[in-house]
């Protein structure tokens, strides 16, 4: 079963650097996802495609300090001088035929 | 720029039926897969439906398989989601977003709530 797993919080100080981690289950190592950021109130924002070599795709206009990584089944998100408007929830989520699943999230608390 | 506006939701009571719309501009709509996404209150995001670009393909998430119904119009750069025998778990915001494998754009979203 196609399943993401995300730590359900985290928190870094602001102008520091973050990295959050979603973990895809058994067997499926080699898939790709997406990450979303949710600020309080709002729709999801999509932030980038990454696949499982580490290469990946931002959104538009989604700033540098926003980036992928890869290793095994674990994709991460890090987040460099991080500002008091990453304060959000951010959700990885991937895809196969008729499907599609999101992690539970992960909230971010920028301190 | 793309864009994704939904409309359609509303206070229903259990049993009840509703259809959400989602207006597209600013990309080629006929080259996407489009998706519903849902999120109940204080909890995370659940994939609820998708439709192909040319309504060959259609899948449901299987806890909503028989009661919701994914469609699109290509004409009217639209996309649909009829909602049948309403629940309460049913309470949620919905989301239409777009993209065939990584959901790129999202929608502002539509909220649907049930209750009597």
């Known amino acids: 079963q196609l399943v993401l797993t995300q730590s359900p919080s985290a928190s870094a100080s602001l102008g520091a650097s973050v990295k959050l981690t979603c973990t895809l289950s058994?067997?499926?190592?080699?898939?790709?996802i997406a990450w979303h950021q949710q600020q309080p109130e709002k729709g999801p924002r999509f932030l980038m495609s990454?696949?499982?070599?580490?290469?990946?795709t931002k959104g538009d206009g989604i700033p540098d300090r926003f980036s992928g990584s890869s290793s095994g089944a674990e994709r991460y998100l890090s987040i460099s001088s991080l500002q008091s408007e990453d304060e959000a929830d951010y959700y990885c989520?991937?895809?196969?035929?008729?499907?599609?699943?999101f992690g539970g999230g992960t909230k971010l608390t920028v301190l | 720029e793309a864009q994704l506006v939904e409309s359609g939701g509303g206070l229903v009571n259990p049993g009840e039926s509703l259809r959400l719309s989602c207006a597209a501009s600013?990309?080629?709509?006929?080259?996407?897969?489009l998706n519903w996404v849902r999120q109940a209150p204080g909890k995370g995001l659940e994939w609820v439906s998708s439709?192909?670009?040319?309504?060959?393909?259609?899948y449901h998430a299987d806890s909503l398989k028989g009661r919701f119904t994914i469609s699109r119009d290509n004409a009217k750069n639209s996309l649909f989601l009829e909602m049948n025998s309403l629940k309460a778990e049913d309470t949620a915001v919905y989301y239409c977003?777009?993209?065939?494998?990584?959901?790129?754009?999202w929608g502002h979203g539509t909220t649907v709530i049930v209750s009597s």
């Open positions: 977003a777009r993209g065939n494998l990584a959901m790129d754009v």
């Open positions: 600013g990309f080629t709509f006929t080259t996407y897969m």
């Open positions: 439709i192909s670009s040319g309504n060959t393909n259609i």
């Open positions: 058994s067997g499926h190592s080699n898939y790709a």
């Open positions: 990454l696949n499982s070599d580490g290469s990946h």
């Open positions: 989520q991937t895809w196969d035929t008729g499907i599609h699943v």
